[in-house]
């Protein structure tokens, strides 16, 4: 595996952006330093998000700062799995919901998923990465589940909602930083 680049601060990075897209520089700065909801739950969802959409930069600048803002290795771990068992299972539930077969629907995923349910740290907090990921994948099914899931374990619509602006802001902010 290759190892994610760490070479630049976050205000470096932002710095890297053109004026076209200083709404994107704003947006994440902020998203990153709202205090409305847990460090965990913030960097986590950016890490997730950026290492679901291969941003080697972005990812490694993402992870550095949640590092230094006090975000745990367990949380780091957990935003990680997510990316990378949604991209799996996004594939998988959003071919089956395309094709609208229901004999695909009645075959079972036989796909590994375990990790979800074993976090290293904060069972609701991967449940949001995954959501994310879910909503930058497209996979509607997936983001229902996770939905359902959060609200069920009493996370707050306002919570989730961040989540999906943080992903909404992430996935913009790749395409300029890689």
Known sequence: ???IDTTMTMD???????DD???????LRSLLDDAGT?????????????????ARTLAGTIESEARAA???DGSIADAKA???IMGMTNVYYRFRHLVGDPVYGSMAPRLRMQR??????DATDMELFALAVSAVNNCEFCVKAHDRKLRDHGVDVATIHDAVRMASVVHATAAFTG
């Open 1 to 3: 595996m290759n190892p």
């Open 12 to 18: 470096q990075l932002l710095a890297t952006l053109p």
């Open 21 to 27: 897209a200083k709404d994107l520089r704003l947006n």
């Open 38 to 54: 847990t460090p965990e739950r913030r960097w986590g969802t950016a890490v997730a998000v950026a290492t679901a959409l291969g």
């Open 70 to 72: 006090g975000v745990g």
């Open 82 to 84: 997510a990316a990378a």
């Open 116 to 121: 979800l349910a074993a976090p290293k740290a």
